[in-house]
């Protein structure tokens, strides 16, 4: 059965695409070179380990490359790049992806191999870059970006492939001369040009607590869907409010977690005990986490704070718990946690 992971915007933020669990082996310089010195040792360590991973399991080997000096051309500069690395060889299908971010010249390419290029079209990739890797590198926040971007071509992936789990080196491989056909696409970048304004929404009135968990989450929908980044709206707790003060909400990042929480609301599963609420999926769509709820004096309000400390997610969008000591444990009697946390049914 294809296995389907989503992203969700308010963990992305938090724990965007944690490796958590990963061994360290092969070459970093196979998956990150940063000739540039732009990105932290922490940021070249994630992106490396969530490369190996995704070869590992997608059998998709990503690279990132952060130029030193400008190109004359970025698309040239990128098949060269390519082929030079041999992006896909490693695959069995040509199936390589580059980032190539020129900070100089303030571009951002992404070259899509062969073997991808029905998975991620052209149209896709443009949407990447301009809905969700500028607003993190105009905050100067390149790494995020970049792992922000890993995360939607991960959840694309898992949509369309019907290969799990497939480990790199076995089988036959490509033996292509050439890895990329020159698909993919460019955007202008502005790094550190800007955090994102948080304006004050002209809809905000109408985003108030609500008189039911459910219909607080269905207003949460409305947010997605309208694409508003209002930190101050009442539908979130006070301790929400500041969380979202803080972190960068893309329009990528909501238009992909308001399709997930549309298909999956007819499944939700609502529990109360006095002043707070726990809404729950079917733990069979481990992409589908929990929301946390808190009444106040006007209503139902969405904890979203307090999801960021409980809750986490691996490099495949799966959710698991940080910690079971937390005032929500109410609501998952019925579950028990293995040791990385991941939750299952407790049998009867």
Known sequence: ???????????LMACVLVCTGCSHHGDDLDFVDDRAGLLTSGEK????RLGEKLLEELDIHIKTVVLKESPVDISEKA????????????????????????????????????GLEGVF????VGYIERRQMVPFFASGKVGNGIEAAYELLVEKAYGVTTVEHKESGNGEKTDAIH???????????EIGGGALEKERSALAA???????????LEKYGEVLRLRIKDPDLELYTPESRLFFAGW?????????????????????????VEDRAVIRFPLSDRGSNPYFLVRGADGWMLDFAGMNRVIGFNHKN?????????????????VYCDKNGFPHEKRR
């Open 121 to 124: 079209p052209d149209g896709f």
């Open 318 to 334: 799966q959710w698991f718990f940080r910690t079971q000591g937390h005032p929500y444990l109410f609501a998952f009697d019925d």
């Open 179 to 189: 890895y990329s056909g020159g698909a993919g696409a460019e955007t202008t970048i």
């Open 248 to 272: 960068i909400v893309t329009d990528a990042q909501q238009d992909n977690e308001s399709r997930k929480l549309e298909s999956d609301l007819a499944a939700a599963e609502v529990i109360t």
């Open 206 to 216: 109408e985003f108030n607590a609500q008189p039911s968990p459910l219909s607080a």
């Open 79 to 114: 098949v060269d790049i390519f082929d030079r690395s041999e992006l896909g060889k490693k695959t069995r299908e040509s199936r390589g992806v580059l980032f190539l971010i020129d900070h100089m010249g303030r571009h951002v390419r992404l070259e899509i191999g062969y």
């Open 1 to 11: 059965m294809r296995q389907r992971t989503r992203m969700l915007v308010i963990f």
């Open 45 to 48: 360590d994630r992106i490396a």
